[in-house]
């Protein structure tokens, strides 16, 4: 049996970084390397003692955040006198919430800046 030359940490670290990003199991992406598990866990751990940053595994897709300015012109704003209270559920994603003329708009962090612009131009040729 042939042995594997020895890999620098750098190397290891590339490996483990790969095998950590590849939305893998570690046990699937080491078969598919040809690379023992107990081997790259001893690895990690070796690393982890020299304090290396090791990836985590990725189980999520990170979430991106934007932080869209708006501003209108205050006097095309038609805003109806107020009304009795009512209760209101409001979605959990929801971060700004925008009432014109009877209508509630609530925006999320997911949605696109051109969606955003669309729907308040209409909304502003309502008035």
């Not at 199991?25 to 690895?43: G, L, R, V």
């Not at 020299?50 to 999520?60: F, G, M, P, Q, V």
């Not at 109806?80 to 962090?109: C, F, Q, W, Y």
């Amino acid at each position: 049996m042939k042995r594997h030359p020895r890999r620098s940490d750098e190397e290891w670290l590339n490996i483990i970084h790969e095998c950590r990003t590849s939305g893998l199991s570690d046990k699937t992406w080491c078969e598919e390397h040809h690379i023992h598990p107990s081997k790259f866990y001893y690895h990690i751990r070796r690393l982890r003692s020299k304090a290396c940053e090791i990836t985590e595994r990725e189980d999520t897709i990170p979430q991106k955040q934007e932080v869209v300015p708006v501003s209108f012109p205050e006097q095309e704003f038609c805003i109806p006198p107020a009304k009795t209270a009512v209760v209101e559920e409001i979605h959990p994603d929801t971060v700004i919430t925008v009432r014109m003329n009877g209508i509630r708009l609530d925006i999320s962090n997911r949605a696109a800046r051109e969606t955003i612009a669309n729907t308040i131009s209409a909304l502003q040729g309502s008035c």
